[in-house]
């Protein structure tokens, strides 16, 4: 009954000098809307990171030839690999789903009066399964017309929309490089990777068709990068480790001599990409929580100022007979009533700050309640934490001398 009693007293006050009270909880509206949003952006840039890491495909491996990180080393000193390797892997590595050797050039692709420089790649129908490629329209190339070495391709969405605006390619002859190539089939659209690149700015053929068409004398046999693709019931940093051991006896590496390739596991960059992501978003979350305790100090001064101004009401209920208990009450719960109703607005400001900007961003909106029941409960302890001590203050005013103030 005591509380309810000053719940009521506390809502008349605040009613009594809206404008005052609405300046105060200021604070605690940018804190709370602050920190909700950071984190909700935060949440949203590591779920699309991790999406598009693992659209690249299924526990993913990619061995690529050379050091890419190595301080001062060319980045195509290394040798190239062979289509040889892709049955090694699959034969001397357990725990291997598919391998799909992968060779590129760009090269300006036509049909009719439009053209377009796109990315030309050669691979194996394992690409499909690998790269977790889903189609449109059409079909993928068959393991015969990779053999045969056939001029068939399938095209990503944005060269498919770059060549053939809303038609259908599919029976179409595209020509590049000289050579004239039929489109089979159109992916379906990935968007951009986590690195920012077009993933359905792409073509794909046999890789014999590729070699023989497309790659210059020197490089008819070099693979640049072999994809792997890791079941999922085996530990892809074990199969990293196998396929090391595997190149390095293929490529004829003595023992103290470095790798000429670089094996990149998928699954370990998302992880890494998330936690950077996770570790800034606490950051950003922890400066914006700066804002709560300016507006906790912002309400511990208005409250000192409103007991300094109701010194005589205080003094009036000591003397006739209020303990000092319902005093510190009265003013504890008008302090934690303007910050609750600050991390409410705060809370309903958030809402619409994080879909707006998650919407123009791109983000997904990845709402964490826990967050938003945690910034809350932070706003409601601050009312408490800051507030206790004018609340003391007012309990602890001698009656007579309250009396006599002006």
């Not at 305790?293 to 007979?321: D, K, Y």
């Not at 619409?352 to 791109?362: C, D, E, I, W």
């Amino acid at each position: 009954m005591m509380f309810w009693n000053a719940l009521l007293l506390a809502i008349r006050e605040i009613r009594r000098n809206l404008m005052r009270a609405s300046l105060t909880v200021l604070g605690i509206v940018i804190g709370v809307a602050a920190v909700i949003t950071m984190v909700t952006l935060g949440n949203g840039a590591t779920e699309m990171i991790t999406a598009q890491v693992s659209s690249l495909g299924s526990n993913l491996v990619i061995v690529r030839p050379g050091q890419r990180m190595t301080p001062g080393q060319p980045a195509g000193w290394a040798p190239a690999f062979k289509e040889d390797d892709v049955g090694a892997i699959l034969e001397g590595v357990n725990g291997v789903r598919a391998v799909a050797p992968v060779a590129s050039r760009g090269s300006t692709v036509s049909y009719m009066t439009e053209s377009v420089f796109t990315p030309v790649t050669g691979t194996s129908p394992a690409y499909q399964e690998v790269g977790n490629w889903k189609l449109a329209e059409g079909r993928f190339f068959y393991d015969s017309e990779q053999r045969a070495g056939r001029a068939v391709c399938v095209l990503g969405q944005t060269v498919k929309k770059s060549l053939f605006s809303n038609t259908s390619p599919l029976g179409e002859k595209i020509r590049f490089r000289g050579i004239s190539c039929e489109v089979v089939g159109v992916l379906l659209s990935k968007g951009q990777s986590a690195m920012g690149q077009d993933q359905d700015d792409i073509i794909l053929l046999p890789l014999k068709a590729y070699q023989r068409r497309v790659a210059g004398r020197r490089s008819r046999q070099d693979v640049g990068t072999l994809m792997i693709s890791v079941r999922d019931d085996v530990r892809t940093d074990k199969v990293v480790k196998d396929v090391t051991a595997l190149m390095r006896e293929r490529r004829s590496l003595a023992p103290n001599e470095s790798d000429n390739f670089s094996v990149f596991d998928t699954k370990q960059i998302a992880e890494t990409l998330s936690s950077t992501t996770r570790i800034l978003t606490a950051l950003l979350g922890a400066v914006a929580a700066v804002s709560l305790l300016v507006g906790g100090i912002g309400i511990m001064n208005i409250m000192l100022v409103s007991v300094t101004e109701r010194t005589r009401e205080i003094g009036t209920r000591l003397a006739i007979g209020a303990l000092e208990n319902e005093v510190l009450l009265q003013f504890l719960v008008e302090a934690v009533a303007l910050s609750s109703f600050g991390g409410l607005l705060g809370i309903l400001l958030a809402l619409l700050a994080s879909a707006g900007l998650a919407a123009a961003m791109g983000l997904p909106l990845v709402l964490d309640l826990q967050i938003v029941l945690l910034a809350f409960c932070v706003s409601a302890s601050i009312g408490v934490l800051f507030g206790f001590v004018p609340a003391r203050r007012a309990a602890r005013l001698d009656p007579i001398e309250a009396l006599r103030h002006e």
